[in-house]
T-cell receptor
Framework: AQSVTQPDIHITVSEGASLELRCNYS??????LFWYVQSPGQGLQLLLKYFSGDTLVQGIKGFEAEFKRSQSSFNLRKPSVHWSDAAEYFCAVGVQTGANNLFFGTGTRLTVIP | GAGVSQSPRYKVAKRGQDVALRCDPI?????LFWYQQALGQGPEFLTY????????KSGLPSDRFFAERPEGSVSTLKIQRTQQEDSAVYLC??????????????FGNGTRLTVT
């Protein structure tokens, strides 16, 4: 069965510092992988996605993520965090068949301090 | 509007009441999903529509939950005889393609349901 683990419930970084949010997935075939961001009271916004090809994918707002099949990971990174990046981040794995095809992790809450 | 619209934004219901949550997807989007997001958790799949057909309702937690999309656009999620465990944010998402895996989902802002 497919699953997503985000081991960090809450991360605090200083503005301008680099950021890495961890995501590990479990899926028997080649996964589709996504990162979404959710600001308080808002829906989820897609940051980036990986389907195939280059394992380093670029997203919006300066985010990138790297797919590492050997580690079953899809970590999200940003070289310099801005205060507006404070939000909840969700990693998700998409399966290739069926309608119930997005499985989310429990999220990582990012706090940015001045 | 350009995005997915959900109403109401907030709903407080007394235990045992029925509620109806509305979702207006992006025009032309074929797929529509409902998710339930409990406090501190990620969204969990409830049900999926392809146009007006409900192709998957395996995530609905009980027969008190019912969803419809009669004309293939607006969808309503109905919860009968609400219970406290139904308190959550209910998210609607739509996508242009047939499935969400390769056709990115566009989420609404959700309806926060509180059952007292």
């Amino acid at each position: 069965a497919q699953s997503v683990t985000q081991p960090d419930i809450h991360i605090t970084v200083s503005e301008g510092a680099s950021l890495e949010l961890r995501c590990n997935y479990s899926y028997g075939a080649t996964p589709y992988l996504f990162w979404y961001v959710q600001s308080p009271g808002q829906g989820l916004q897609l940051l980036l996605k990986y389907f195939s090809g280059d394992t380093l994918v670029q997203g919006i707002k300066g985010f990138e993520a790297e797919f590492k099949r050997s580690q079953s990971s899809f970590n999200l990174r940003k070289p310099s965090v801005h205060w507006s990046d404070a939000a909840e981040y969700f990693c998700a794995v998409g399966v290739q068949t069926g309608a119930n095809n997005l499985f989310f992790g429990t999220g990582t809450r990012l706090t940015v301090i001045p | 509007g350009a995005g997915v619209s959900q109403s109401p934004r907030y709903k407080v219901a007394k235990r045992g009441q029925d509620v109806a949550l509305r979702c207006d997807p992006i025009s032309g989007h074929v797929s529509l999903f409902w998710y339930q997001q409990a406090l501190g958790q990620g969204p969990e799949f409830l049900t999926y529509f392809q146009n007006e057909a409900q192709l998957d309702k395996s995530g609905l937690p009980s027969d008190r939950f019912f969803a419809e999309r009669p004309e293939g656009s607006v969808s309503t999620l109905k919860i009968q005889r609400t219970q406290q465990e139904d308190s959550a944010v209910y998210l609607c998402a739509s996508s242009l393609g047939i499935t969400g895996a390769d056709s990115p989902l566009h989420f609404g802002n959700g309806t926060r349901l509180t059952v007292t």
